[in-house]
């Protein structure tokens, strides 16, 4: 019998309280056709059926109403555990850093296993996987790729994913369309201390979508100054991940990027040879419910070399 999996039992009890796929993979933050994929493995390893669905309902099958309270203690156990070793190992902090962007309740999804520090370094993604493997943080939110992992002797988690957005001049602002990634052009800097990362990210961006490639040498990635180049350019300009939350200009407006849609992915990464309950219990408190945040998608796209790529 092929294990099961503590993230499949949460996606059974997720489905089993909405009693509607959609809202459940809403609940969960994973796409509707991984979670009903995940609940037909779950099925298929378990040996039974868990719901009865059809086009206008779904319900629980008299095993699956008789394996949900089970599941629920199981979970409840799950957690407890994951408290116990945390109060063991809560003695020693935990040093995290990122780049631009945490995960919301970071502090409050951790409490209960460790003590998370936030470093106050906030450097580009290459920079936080380095300092992992040198053992300066003990865990990064970063972009990395399955190259970097092998390199530096690190694992990772998916945590978060951005879907990017382009920025072009307003025009007539009522329903503006969207972009082919092909008609975006993609801001490459020529400082690769500081955006490493983005030009590796932009410049496979461009060769996989026919997307047009830009040199600028102003640190303009991100800011005021990237402003002034969407102004400059002729086509909408892809906007990175730092940028994501940053306020228009009046005249500019947000365009979004179709065919593929265009995604970043935020890893949590940690050494391949970490063995401290602490970390590794903050590893999974954060990244143990998160899916896989549409980066699975039919018509979503993601590097070659994303951890979380699927191959072909």
Known sequence: MTPVEL??????????????????????HIAGPSLSQQIKALERDLGVRLFDRDRRRVSLTPAGAA???????????????????????????????YVNWLPPELMSRTAAVAQVHIDAWVAPSHTQAARVADGSLDLAVCWVRTADLRRLGLRARLLGADRLH??????????????????????IDDDVTSWASWNTYGEELAQATGARTVRISDGAITGPAFFDHVRRCTRPV???????TSPLPPD???????????YWTWSLVRRESEDRAGVLAVVDALCEDVGDLGVHAPDAWLPADDPYALPG
């Not at 957690?79 to 809560?90: E, F, K, M, Q, V």
């Not at 500019?252 to 265009?262: D, F, G, S, Y």
């Open 238 to 244: 892809v906007n990175s991940p730092k940028g994501q």
């Open 67 to 97: 394996l949900l309270p089970h599941t629920r203690d199981l979970l409840d156990r799950a957690d407890d555990l994951r408290r116990r070793a945390g109060r063991l190992s809560g003695s020693q902090p935990v040093r995290l850093g």
């Open 7 to 28: 993230r499949q039992l949460r996606y059974f009890v997720a489905v089993a309280e909405e009693l509607n796929f959609g809202r459940a993979a809403e609940r969960l």
């Open 166 to 187: 382009a920025v072009s001049r307003g025009g007539d602002r009522g329903g503006v369309p969207e972009v082919a990634a092909r008609d975006t052009d993609v801001l």
């Open 252 to 262: 500019l407006v947000r365009r979004e990027i179709v065919a593929p849609k265009v």
